[in-house]
């Protein structure tokens, strides 16, 4: 079994080294990942100075360059997110509009440099919403050429007007836990089947 390599955005509001649910949930899918001969790191976005924008090198010192050179790298791309107002973080959001410049960026047969990347994401919150932000997400990096396997998504939503993060809540092996396992699965699965055979050229 061939060896793949996984990036985990985190894209919570806080910087480290406070605690981040949505780090967690990342950090959780990457070691069930790791069952499936999957290595990668863990990256929260906030910690960098990603510029607004919607090309691959914003300049002035943008970080994004170097994550993006990470990415490109990687076959398993994993958004973890925060619920905030019903949507994705504002960070996530940032994430998103600079991987709309991959549309731009293509191989020798025109092919799309995302194409053959398999996309997860893993979202928290203390209310309802994770489908919503998961279909926004999904919607976006199918977009911009990354693949979606079955299964892709993994969330924790705490009840409605209370306080308890996902790191506070305690083990959930039957629901989120068991949602995890599948996404990691699928996820190794679906890109060592692109790794052997690539989507081939539209023109």
Not at 13 to 36: T, Y
Not at 43 to 59: A, L, M, P, Y
Not at 175 to 198: S, V
Request: some cysteine.
């Amino acid at each position: 079994m061939s060896s793949l390599r996984a990036l985990v955005l985190v894209c919570s509001l806080k910087k480290s080294p406070a605690p981040s649910s949505s780090e967690l949930l990342g950090r959780e899918v990457l070691a069930a990942l790791a069952d499936h001969d999957v290595d990668g790191e863990v990256i929260r976005v906030v910690d960098h100075d990603v510029r607004f924008g919607v090309s691959t090198d914003e300049g002035g010192g943008d970080a994004w360059p170097r994550i993006r050179a990470k990415l490109l790298d990687a076959q398993i791309l994993v958004i973890g997110t925060p619920i905030w107002m019903g949507q994705p973080a504002s960070v996530c959001k940032v994430v998103l509009e600079r991987l709309d410049a991959e549309l731009s960026e293509t191989d020798e047969q025109g092919r799309l440099l995302t194409y053959g990347k398999v996309a997860t994401v893993a979202v928290v919150g203390n209310e309802d919403g994770a489908h919503h932000v998961t279909a926004e997400v999904f919607q976006a990096l199918n977009d911009v050429g990354f693949t979606i396997p079955a299964a892709g998504g993994t969330y924790w939503v705490g009840e409605a007007m209370q306080k308890v993060d996902y790191a506070d809540a305690g083990p959930k092996p039957d629901t989120t836990g068991a949602a995890t396992k599948t996404l990691a699965a699928n996820a190794a699965h679906l890109a060592r089947l692109l790794a052997a055979q690539p989507y081939q050229p539209s023109t």
